[in-house]
């Protein structure tokens, strides 16, 4: 499917355009496009949770869950790839789904080798404390997929954002528990936690769950060195909006087997997921809602520091519609892509943004 841009003014740019009740953030320069991977026109009511990764051919397959809703027992997640050379995204297709059960956040993962993992919970019940993991991985670009082993078989496991390569080539999986049937609220108990493997993907370690003030879950993690890592969280509580909601942060000085417990930030959190990622030039980025009470404005703050400071922010996109679920990507041409769900969780949107212009702010 061709792009669908949404074209901004000239003599808009860096000035606030009204929308409706809500506005759009414009970057201060002529080139910042928000794109369409899906929307209504694709089937499947509620699309959510994107996660990308790059293949071997240059492409990019983003993954998303899909079905009449978050709580429906008819999603899947669906894959679609973009072609670089034309700017078109496949059409989308399922490449997992356990009949009769729902599937919820997938999270890509391109090992050394070159295969490309795919980690999702599977709900047993009718919520996600029932959930467990489940993975397929595909040793041909994304073209076909295979089962493979679970790294845990525990109950009320889900993972979010993307995993990293270790140092011994194995993968760190982001996880959280949350153990609440309270579909409006994440229980102080809930906290992050990660499985490390080995070069194989055959033995896998669990970490101990983080805790935090209000609970903690959906970490994100990027590596400054091989020992030291720095994971963002997402708080626990409700979907209300408080005063004293903000991101949660851990560190691991071993690389990643123990980590500290979380500690508030000054960064804002509506009990809405991030994204963090160490860029090819070392600096890092996190990708989050810069509010305590709404998911409507998306922000992005770049450090250079290695996670000391983050001096360098940008909000993307505000409106009265939410944007949330950020899936942070940087290809090997150093491009950085920033994908989200958008339009009360109908459409999967994304804006290329360059480390040059965030360093500039």
Not at 102 to 127: C, M
Not at 158 to 173: E, Y
Not at 215 to 230: F, K, T
Not at 263 to 279: I, Y
Request: aromatic share 10%; hydrophobic share 35%; net charge negative.
């Amino acid at each position: 499917m061709p792009f669908k841009r949404e074209k901004l003014p000239i003599f808009l740019l860096g000035l606030i355009l009204l929308v409706g009740n809500g506005v759009i953030l414009l970057w201060p320069h002529d080139d910042m496009t928000i794109l369409d991977v899906v929307g209504p026109e694709v089937p499947g009511t509620y699309k959510h949770a994107s996660s990308a990764c790059e293949l071997a051919s240059g492409e990019i397959l983003l993954a998303y869950y899909s079905g009449s809703g978050e709580y429906g027992n008819d999603t899947a997640i669906f894959g679609t790839q973009l072609n670089r050379s034309t700017n078109r995204w496949s059409p989308p297709r399922v490449i997992a789904d356990a009949e009769g059960k729902a599937e919820g956040n997938p999270a890509l993962w391109r090992s050394p080798k070159g295969d490309i993992w795919l980690f999702y919970p599977v709900r047993q019940g009718e919520t996600w404390s029932t959930a467990t993991l489940s993975a397929k991985v595909s040793t041909d670009d994304g073209r076909t997929w295979e089962n493979a082993d679970t790294p845990n078989d525990q109950p009320g496991l889900m993972t979010r954002a993307r995993p990293i390569t270790l140092s011994n080539g194995g993968c760190l999986l982001p996880l959280d528990f949350n153990p609440s049937t309270d579909t409006e609220f994440v229980s102080e108990e809930s906290g992050s936690l990660f499985c490390l493997s080995d070069a194989s993907l055959e033995t896998w370690e669990k970490t101990e769950i983080i805790p935090s003030r209000l609970g903690n879950h959906q970490p994100a993690v990027a590596a400054v060195d091989d020992e030291y890592l720095i994971a963002y969280c997402r708080r626990g509580g409700d979907y209300l909006g408080r005063e004293d909601g903000f991101l949660v942060r851990t560190e691991s000085h071993d690389g990643g087997h123990t980590w500290s417990p979380g500690k508030e930030t000054a960064f804002p959190n509506p009990n809405s997921p991030v994204d963090f990622v160490r860029l090819h030039s070392g600096n890092l980025l996190l990708a989050y809602n810069n509010s305590s009470f709404h998911r409507s404005l998306l922000s992005v703050a770049l450090s250079t520091d290695h996670g000391q400071s983050f001096p360098h922010r940008q909000d993307i996109i505000s409106g009265e519609k939410a944007y949330s679920y950020p899936c942070i990507l940087q290809t090997q041409d150093g491009t950085i892509h920033l994908f989200f769900t958008a339009g009360a969780r109908s459409h999967i949107k994304y804006a290329t943004l360059s480390e040059d212009d965030l360093l500039a702010n």
